[in-house]
């Protein structure tokens, strides 16, 4: 298993739409097992294919305080959403950041699964909202989409300024 490096905002590769994936195989299955590996290292709770620079369709999600119930969405595609719940959200892919966003409180959701089976799951709460973050990673939305253009780019303005700093001292 390899760690992979994670595009961070505002980098224009964030802005990708994801493509649909044809055959799961094992190749597939190695980048998803790195893929886990990159989340629970950062740690996160979930990381789409298009933060590690790969405009794929897949996504992995990991919400239990155990850390050991991995679930891993290949062409997911949102059947039924219903409720509103608001969360305070960050993204690995916006070190630093956590800001409220609303979404469907439950969602309904089909999916190939690691075997390429077809799956369709109810998640609600945290593992929706978690979903439905990813997803939209898949289509190169962020969730500083759903603030205020001035809050966001607030946001890039700091981590800008973060990056050039980081890199004089590595230089
Ligand atoms: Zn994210």
Redesign the pocket.
Known sequence: MAKLKILEFPDPRLRTKATLIDVVDDQLRIFIDDMLETMYEAP?I???AT?VNVHKRVLVTDVSVEKDEPFVLINPLILEKDGVTVTD??????PGYYEEVERAEHIKVRFLDRQGDDVELEAHGLLAVCIQ??M??LDGK??VDYLSEAKRSRIRTKLEKGRRQQSTVVA
Do not use: K, P
């Open positions: 996160g979930g990381l789409a933060q959200e960050g993204c690995l892919s916006v973050h990813e939209d990673h962020l969730f």
